[in-house]
């Protein structure tokens, strides 16, 4: 992620006055989150359910 786009991410989350005060932390927190999102694995069936539902009552 370029720079330009995280400055304008920043500014649309509502973090201009971040991004003006502290533009370094801004910047290195972005890569992060992007750096993050890219290691999650995304499911093959997205409405597939990670774990069986949950049941009221059932184990008590």
């Known amino acids: 992620m370029d720079k330009e786009a995280i400055e304008v991410l920043a500014r649309r989350s ?3 006055r971040a991004l003006a005060e ?6 290195a927190a972005a890569k992060q ?4 999102a890219q290691k999650i694995k ?3 069936d997205p409405t597939a359910e ?3 539902p949950m049941k009221a009552g059932t184990t008590l």
Request: net charge negative; proline share 21%; hydrophobic share 55%.
């Open 14 to 16: 509502g973090l201009a």
């Open 33 to 36: 989150a992007a750096d993050v």
């Open 42 to 44: 995304r499911p093959a």
């Open 22 to 27: 502290f533009p370094e932390d801004v910047i």
């Open 50 to 52: 990670p774990w069986p």
